[in-house]
């Protein structure tokens, strides 16, 4: 019986604590953890297709301003990010996020990218992956400077699809992703039971150590 018990204290363990290392957050931020679909010309601004490899590109944090000042295409900064340009038609991102997030008040969503001025593109959350809700849309910007926009899920809880789908076609209407990140869906079941499993290791250790000095 207490073999049962301490090995389902080290499985509850174990399973919250996969649990909470297959998601990205960092410093409190939620970032998306890899690219379910996308269309057949995602690229990055060198032109360079996206593929399985690549898919970093558009999960985490921001990483393309490598000198953090705003601006993406300074020496050393990084082109890890992906979207369309001119005459892809059509053309659309879906990131996933393995632990959801939250409908907080307020915004709940931001996108970092930069866009040509006529850019325009929809922004849809989803909670399963198969029915989306739009909730806004970005617009054009200034080629190679980013842009955090956030969005409201209003209502919409436990997101774990965000998709951003071209609108606008022509010339100045491309749009590159660096990351996608939101608030993380509070966990207390997972939370609580990885303290408590960790609190019941310890009474059964410490239990162990007792009989032992007692029978020695
Ligand atoms: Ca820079
Ligand atoms: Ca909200
Ligand atoms: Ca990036």
Known sequence: MKYI?????????VSASAHLAEAEVIGGVNWADDVTDYSSKIQNYGGTLMDSTTEFWVTGAPDADADGNGYVWDAGDLDNLAGWRTTDANQFLIVHFGIGLADVPGDDLSICSFGGPNANANVFASANGSDYVQIGA???GT???LSNESFDFDGLSNVHYVKVERVATGPQTGIFFDAF????VPEPASATFLAVGIGLLGLYRRSQFLRS????
Not at 5 to 13: K, L, N, R, W
Not at 181 to 184: A, E, I, L, S, T
């Open 138 to 140: 970005l617009v054009g």
């Open 181 to 184: 990140g939101g608030v993380p």
């Open 5 to 13: 018990f301490f090995v389902t204290c080290i499985a509850a363990i």
């Open 213 to 216: 000095r007692i029978s020695g």
């Open 143 to 145: 080629p190679g400077h």
